[in-house]
């Protein structure tokens, strides 16, 4: 069941990326930023006041947030740090490069929460597994070149170093999950909600430095209807992810690869939406990832 709740998520994260491009162009990236999770708690606080006016009815449905301890909030702080990090330089990443070179590199982002998996967690890959993260890998490599194309170098250009970083930062917050949701046997709302919460903190903060008191920036700022949807779509995508990360059985490892299908959507359907170049060679080593994630399912289901 932990498989199909991880292809949910990939389904509602690839659409996440198409609204999240079509969001931060021409924009700063911080008020978008804020735009996307502040839309993403408004859907969050209905659960939280029904858990503090109807407890027992919002146990049935499934959608409680119990009172947590502060030592939980400050483990759900650091997550908070960390996905603002990421985010941040993601979102630049992805407002200066092309979509179908920016959303591969984050596909290697199994490939880092595979090594965390083996060390931390003690997961053990099959043959097959190995394979698949192999193959993405290898993957991942030839978008590099695709990308020089483009007049991208990837050895010199910041916006690659920065996506880099951002990869690692996620793949490490994905390893911090399966702490979050099976050590500490929080439910995916809770983490959600206080997640976003710690997170607006956050970004207010960063944007009474960098945005709020300049006029300028302010005026220039254009809201988009895809703000909002970037919000949602994450917020739905995280609710699947975190539901299959309760199974004791699901692999963070594997749950990570199966994200990675969401390349169909953002890759394919991207390129076209925003013209982007060489879309047909880029299906070349989209098919290569895509095999390493048929080996991965395949090898988890034998």
């Known amino acids: 069941m932990w498989i199909y709740l991880g292809l949910l998520a990939a389904f509602f994260l690839g659409l996440h990326n198409l609204c999240k491009k079509h969001a931060v162009q021409g924009n700063e990236v911080f008020p978008v930023l804020l735009g ?52 941040v330089l993601a979102y630049q990443a992805l407002k200066n490069l092309p979509i179908t070179i920016v959303v591969p590199i984050r596909s290697a982002g199994p490939f880092f929460t595979l090594i965390g998996a083996l060390l931390i967690y003690k997961e053990q890959p099959s043959f097959l597994q190995w394979l698949g993260f192999f193959l993405i890998i290898s993957s991942v490599l030839l978008y590099s070149k695709l990308g020089k194309k483009e007049g991208i170098n990837f050895k010199r250009n910041k916006w690659i170093f920065a996506i880099i970083a951002a990869t690692l930062l996620g793949a490490s917050s994905g390893l911090y999950d399966k702490f979050l949701i099976q050590k500490l046997t929080l439910n995916p709302q809770t983490l959600q909600f206080w997640f976003c919460w710690y997170t607006l903190l956050i970004l207010m903060a960063i944007l009474g430095i960098r945005w709020f008191p300049y006029a300028a920036k302010r005026k220039a700022f254009k809201f988009r209807w895809s703000i909002i949807a970037v ?3 994450l917020q739905i995508a995280d609710y699947f992810y975190f539901k299959a990360l309760q199974d004791p059985d699901a692999l963070i490892m594997l749950l990570s690869a199966i994200k990675r299908s969401q390349l169909i959507i953002a890759v394919v359907l991207g390129g076209i939406l925003f013209k982007e170049k060489n879309k047909r060679k880029k299906l070349i080593p989209l098919t290569g990832i895509l095999l390493g994630i048929f080996l991965i399912l395949y090898a988890a289901n034998e």
Do not use: D, N, R
């Not at 029904?50 to 009172?67: D, N, W």
């Open 36 to 87: 996307t999770v502040a839309s993403g708690f408004l859907m969050l606080i209905p659960c939280y006041l029904g858990s503090l006016i109807f407890p027992e009815y919002t146990k049935e449905i499934g959608f409680y947030i119990p009172q947590i301890p502060w030592e939980t909030h400050g483990y759900i702080l650091l997550k908070s740090i960390i996905m603002t990090a990421s985010w």
């Open 231 to 233: 919000g949602i779509c």
